[in-house]
C-alpha cells in the first residue's frame, strides 16, 4: 500500500529564513509525487509535482522540491520564507491503479514570524 | 482555470438527517473524488469516481453513499447524519490515469448537532 509521511505537524520560521518541509513515501510502483498548499478556510491548491525527468521540480510561489529515489524523500523547500506563506502543506504519493487516486500525508502547519 | 465549486461553505444538519453534499467541476473531467479533513488525519478518501454511474469506496466509506447521475456532478450522501460526522468535506476532480492532479473545491464544513 502507498503511504506517505510528513515529519513534524508544524514547522516554525522566521521570515526570511529557509523553509524546509520533509516528506518520506512508501510506493510499491514507480511513484508520482505531489506538494498541496491549503490556505485558511480553503480547498486544496497544487505547488508542484514529480512524475517523471527531472528529479528537482520548481513549482509556484518560489517552492521547489527534489525526488530522491534512495532516500524515498521527496522534501519541500523555499529559499526565502515570507508571511503569505504561512497555510498548512500536504505532501501525497499516487495509487496503484490507473485512476488519479492520491494519498496524503497528515500535513505540516508552517508558521512564518516576523 | 478549472473551478470545482461545493454547495455549500457551511452547513449545520441535526443528528438523523439525511445530508446531502453536492460538488460540480467544469473541465469535463473523469474522476471525481471526496474527501473528509480532520484535524491531525489529513485527507481521508471516502468515495471516488471514474464514470457516470460508476463508484469506487475509498478507504472510509462507512456512513456515506454518493451519486454520479452526470459527469460534471458528484454528490456525498449522509443518509442518518451523526455526531462523528462533523468535519470539512473536501471534493476534487481529475483527468484519467495515474499522474493527474487533482483540483479541489472550497471545502464545506458540517457541523452536526
Known amino acids: 500500500a502507498q503511504s506517505v509521511t510528513q515529519l513534524g505537524s508544524h514547522v516554525s520560521v522566521s521570515e526570511g529564513a529557509l523553509v524546509l518541509l520533509r516528506c518520506n513515501y512508501s510506493s510499491s510502483v514507480p511513484p508520482y509525487l505531489f506538494w498541496y498548499v491549503q490556505y485558511p478556510n480553503q480547498g486544496l491548491q497544487l505547488l508542484l509535482k514529480y512524475t517523471t525527468g527531472a528529479t528537482l521540480v520548481k513549482g509556484i510561489n518560489g517552492f521547489e522540491a527534489e525526488f530522491k529515489k534512495s532516500e524515498t524523500s521527496f522534501h519541500l523547500t523555499k529559499p526565502s520564507a515570507h508571511m503569505s506563506d504561512a497555510a498548512e502543506y500536504f505532501c501525497a504519493v499516487s495509487g496503484l491503479s490507473g485512476y488519479s487516486t492520491l494519498t496524503f500525508g497528515k500535513g505540516t502547519m508552517l508558521l512564518v514570524s516576523p | 482555470d478549472v473551478k470545482v465549486t461545493q454547495s455549500s461553505r457551511y452547513l449545520v444538519k441535526r443528528t438523523g438527517e439525511k445530508v446531502f453534499l453536492e460538488c460540480v467541476q467544469d473541465?469535463?473531467?473523469?474522476?471525481m473524488f471526496w474527501y473528509r479533513q480532520d484535524p491531525g488525519l489529513g485527507l481521508r478518501l471516502i468515495y471516488f469516481s471514474y464514470d457516470v454511474k460508476m463508484k469506487e469506496k475509498g478507504d472510509i466509506p462507512e456512513g456515506y453513499s454518493v451519486s454520479r447521475e452526470k459527469k460534471e456532478r458528484f454528490s456525498l450522501i449522509l443518509e442518518s447524519a451523526s455526531t462523528n460526522q462533523t468535519s470539512m468535506y473536501l471534493c476534487a476532480s481529475s483527468g484519467e490515469g495515474r499522474g493527474y492532479e487533482q483540483y479541489f473545491g472550497p471545502g464545506t464544513r458540517l457541523t452536526v448537532t
Open positions: 473541465m469535463d473531467h473523469e474522476n
